[in-house]
Antibody, heavy 120, light 111 residues
């Protein structure tokens, strides 16, 4: 069955960096675009970034452009996000999600999330 | 403030029907971009309930249905059950922001 397992969350000081990983299994990883979505404490879901199935196209929300880099290793079935220059506004549970095949399709499988806390 | 507007909360008694609205604009829902709906219990993985306005993924009960008209979309839940108590989010694409957008979320309480 499809599984997405995030890791790499933790506590980091403002200005610090963190790399999150999302290990995928149970489906042909290289055929699906993948997303990162976050949820700050007490807030709603917020889309962060997307990477195309072959990794050639990447898009970000404005608030993370230039600070976050989404990437994937299709040989390892793993999605990543490198987060630099973190601020307290980035504190959230980060979810990776699989996109249904097709342009702008829904996100049909999600991981359990990993918590990132930015605090001094 | 979210680009897609949802009511903060709705409620209903077991067995009743409730609807959750998602109001957008001419740059997202009104432009023809599809709406997807998710069910989320905090601390768990969100679940895709409805894709592309009205399609139910395999395994989602037919008590859940979606519709879209003009710049708005709706999620309807019939035969309300205690297990339906969760947060619900609509999601689409916005051509002005050039990115995916979520509604602010609606907390469903089963009385």
């Amino acid at each position: 069955q499809v599984q997405l397992v995030e890791s790499g969350g933790g506590v980091v000081q403002p200005g610090g960096s963190l790399r999150l990983s999302c290990a995928a299994s149970g489906f042909p990883f290289s055929t699906h675009a993948m997303h990162w979505v976050r949820q700050a404490p007490g807030k709603g879901l917020e889309w962060v970034a997307v990477i195309s199935s072959d990794g050639s196209n990447k898009y970000y929300r404005d608030a993370v452009k230039g600070r976050f880099t989404i990437s994937r290793d299709n040989s390892k079935n793993t999605l990543y996000v490198q987060m630099n220059s973190l601020t307290t506004e980035d504190t959230a549970v980060y979810y990776c999600a699989r996109q249904l095949v097709g342009t702008l399709s829904g996100l049909d499988y999600w991981g359990q999330g990993t918590l990132v806390t930015v605090s001094s | 403030q979210s680009v897609l507007t949802q009511p903060p909360s709705v409620s209903g008694a077991p067995g009743q029907r409730v609807t959750i609205s998602c109001s957008g604009s001419s740059s997202n829902i009104g432009a023809g971009y599809h709406v997807h709906w998710y069910q989320h219990l905090p601390g768990t993985a969100p679940k895709l309930l409805i894709s592309s306005n009205s399609n139910r993924p395999s395994g989602v009960p037919d008590r859940f249905s979606g519709s879209q008209s003009g710049t708005s979309a709706s999620l309807a839940i019939t035969g309300l059950q205690a297990e339906d108590e969760a947060d619900y989010y609509c999601q689409s694409y916005d051509s002005s922001l050039t990115r995916r957008v979520f509604g602010g979320g609606t907390k469903l309480t089963v009385l």
